[in-house]
């Protein structure tokens, strides 16, 4: 059982059109944290959002927290062919150096 | 800050042979590093986690004694592929903690590893 439900896992879309990736789950985090990896390379930290109902924003990228602290959405408005790449989210359990529980990932491609 | 290396970026060995890979905290000191195997077009499985100075945590399935981990400093954990077969194969990408107010991972840039 997946414990973090990345959805879609698959996207491709025009360059100029929003999308919006979701991560969702029946356990509760403490933080939650979305990564951008490209091939070949490690992933690339985004965002980390703790507090429930959190939004933060980062460009044309936008991430909320649950209320709850069980999902996550990531949502890219007029998304560009820069922005092709796997999206990652991954949940802290419980305080402390603990592993990060990682989703399986949504592999995006925008198409000019 | 919070730069995260990993070498070699790409390695090739024959079966059987033995691979050493380096992870490396540039600007911090992690109290914790992890370290995953990734397949093509699949999220990121972690494999152990490491403290320092202590001995690693594997996660269910992942040998011991084929991946061996050595987290020698707040800056340096090893990962050691013995007798490496060609199922072996795959992208190794390590990461590192030391913040203990968010718990933030830094990931390396990945080691590819092919055994032929």
């Known amino acids: 059982t997946q414990l973090l439900e990345q959805s879609p896992q698959f996207l491709s879309i025009q360059e100029g059109e929003n999308l919006t990736v979701y991560c969702n789950s029946s356990s509760v985090f403490s933080s939650l944290q979305w990564y951008r990896q490209e091939p070949g390379e490690g992933p690339v930290l985004l965002v980390t959002v703790v507090t429930g109902g959190e939004v933060k924003k980062l460009k044309r990228l936008t991430f909320q927290f649950g209320d709850a602290r069980k999902d996550s959405s990531l949502h890219i408005t007029a998304a560009q062919p820069g922005d092709t790449g796997l999206y990652l989210c991954a949940g802290l359990k419980l305080s402390g150096n603990t592993p990060l529980v990682f989703g399986k990932g949504t592999r995006l491609s925008v198409i000019a | 800050g919070a730069v995260v290396s990993q070498h070699p970026s790409w390695v090739i060995c024959k079966s059987g042979t033995s691979v050493k890979i380096e992870c490396r905290s540039l600007?911090?000191?992690?109290?914790?590093m992890f370290w995953y195997r990734q397949f093509p077009k699949q999220s990121l499985m972690l494999m152990a986690t490491?403290?320092?100075?202590?001995?690693?945590?594997?996660e269910q399935g992942v040998e011991k004694d084929k991946f061996l981990i050595n987290h020698a400093s707040l800056t340096l954990s090893t990962l050691t592929v013995t007798s490496a077969h060609p199922e072996d194969s795959s992208f190794y990408i390590c990461?590192?903690?030391?913040?203990?107010?968010?718990?933030?991972?830094?990931f390396g840039p990945g080691t590819r590893l092919t055994v032929t």
């Open positions: 990461s590192a903690s030391g913040d203990s107010s968010t718990y933030e991972q830094y």
């Open positions: 600007d911090f000191q992690a109290t914790t």
């Open positions: 490491s403290n320092e100075g202590s001995k690693a945590t594997y």
